[in-house]
Structures are given as C-alpha cells and as structure tokens.
C-alpha cells in the first residue's frame, strides 16, 4: 500500500486553500452589499434630485425646502463618496485574496502531481514485482516439466 510522506502537509494546503475560499466568498458578498447599497443611495438621490426639480417647476417650495433638498442630497453624495471608497477597498482585498488563493492552490497542485508520481512509482514497482514472481512460476512450472519428461524417458 502506497503512503504519501507529504500527506499532513498536502491536508493542511488543501485547508489552507479552502479557507481562503471561504474568505474570497466573504469579500465577494461583501462587494455585492456595498453595491447594492451604493446603488440604493443612487435611486434615492435620482428620486429626490426629481421630486426637487418637479415641485420647483409647480413653484410650491419655499426657499427653506430648496436647502433642505440640497442639504440631503448632498449627504447623499457624500455616503455616496463614502460607499464608493469602501468599495474600492474591498475590491483591493479580493484582488490580493484571489492572488493569495492561486498560490495556494499552485501550492497544493505542486503536492498533489508529486503524490500522484510517488503512487505512479509504486504501481510500477508492485506490477514488475507480481511479473517477476510470474516469470518465476513459469520457470518453476517448465523446469518440473523437464525433469518429469526427463524422468519418464528413462
């Protein structure tokens, strides 16, 4: 039976590459909240920059309602600015996790063909062993024969 001497360090890259999986999951669904938050903040900001330009064309708002639309649309700029730096971030973080999962997995790969080489070997050596003792036999078997005709003969 074939036992891999790298077999504690191919388990532990194998956890190691599922854990930065995991991580990688964690910052995408991360990347996917910020967007849509930030896409949220979008549709209220296009809601209101709407709702401030219809009630000035009716002529219905007082100049104090005017800064009070500037007043939130500008804090949602600035959540926007906020969201959007945050995005970015995060962005930078998969990038370094998705590098950082593809060594680890060229890592693991790297144990993986050398454990499948080893096993390759192995194979080898048992199949030429079992022909070996075959080879044997077969002489073993034509040699009794030989000497059974050789004895019958006389």
């Known amino acids: 039976m074939y036992i891999f001497k790298l077999q504690a360090v191919l388990d532990h890259r194998q956890f190691t590459e599922e ?3 995991k991580e990688l999951a964690d910052i995408r669904g991360r990347i996917m909240a910020e967007r849509q ?16 330009k219809q009630e000035q064309a009716e002529g219905g708002l007082s100049s104090d309602g005017v ?11 600035e959540q926007m600015v906020r969201h959007q730096s945050r995005l970015r971030e995060i962005q930078a973080c998969e990038a370094d996790a998705q590098r950082e999962l593809i060594e680890a997995m060229k890592r693991r790969q790297i144990l993986e063909k050398l454990k499948q080489q080893g096993l390759d070997r192995y ?5 030429k062993t079992e022909r070996n003792w075959i080879d044997e036999i077969a002489v073993n078997r034509y040699a009794r024969q030989t000497i059974q005709k050789s004895g019958e003969g006389q």
């Open 67 to 77: 800064l009070a639309y500037q007043a939130y649309l500008k804090r949602l700029s």
């Open 123 to 127: 194979n080898q050596a048992v199949q």
């Open 19 to 21: 854990r930065l999986e």
């Open 37 to 52: 938050q930030l896409q949220s903040l979008q549709r209220k900001e296009m809601k209101s920059a709407e709702a401030l």
